[in-house]
């Protein structure tokens, strides 16, 4: 079984910045872990900035970016990714960078 896309999500914000989850599924055994998913979630600045990414890419297992920190990053399962990405995007950027109305 080859890597079956599962979800891909793509969000801008008013500011242009970019907001991008995808998720897929791959063969468990391929993994070398207890679960089979491969994901990236990426936030970052219109003019190409990553501020906030997280992946599994092999080699290098689960990590995250918060701007130019790089750290590992323990999977628990996908919901919980999508909530620490988010929230990470939020105290990472997007409440030090909100304009006031």
Same mark, same amino acid.
């Given at each position: 079984?080859?890597?079956?896309?599962? /979800? !891909?999500?793509? #969000?801008?914000?008013? &500011? @242009?910045?970019?907001?991008?989850?995808?998720?897929?599924? =791959?063969? +468990?055994?391929?993994?070398?872990?207890?679960?089979?998913?491969? /994901? !990236?979630?990426? #936030?970052?600045?219109? &003019? @190409?900035?990553?501020?906030?990414?997280?992946?599994?890419? =092999?080699? +290098?297992?689960?990590?995250?970016?918060?701007?130019?920190?790089?750290?590992?990053?323990?999977?628990?399962?996908?919901?919980?990714?999508?909530?620490?990405?988010?929230?990470?995007?939020?105290?990472?950027?997007?409440?030090?960078?909100?304009?006031?109305?």
């Amino acid at each position: 079984m080859k890597a079956k896309l599962v /979800y !891909r999500e793509k #969000y801008i914000y008013d &500011d @242009g910045a970019i907001r991008e989850m995808v998720l897929w599924q =791959i063969p +468990k055994k391929s993994t070398g872990k207890s679960y089979a998913v491969k /994901y !990236r979630r990426y #936030y970052g600045l219109s &003019d @190409g900035t990553c501020i906030v990414r997280y992946d599994n890419e =092999i080699g +290098k297992g689960d990590h995250r970016h918060i701007k130019d920190k790089e750290e590992p990053y323990q999977f628990k399962d996908v919901e919980t990714l999508v909530a620490d990405f988010l929230a990470d995007i939020e105290s990472a950027w997007r409440s030090e960078n909100e304009k006031e109305d």
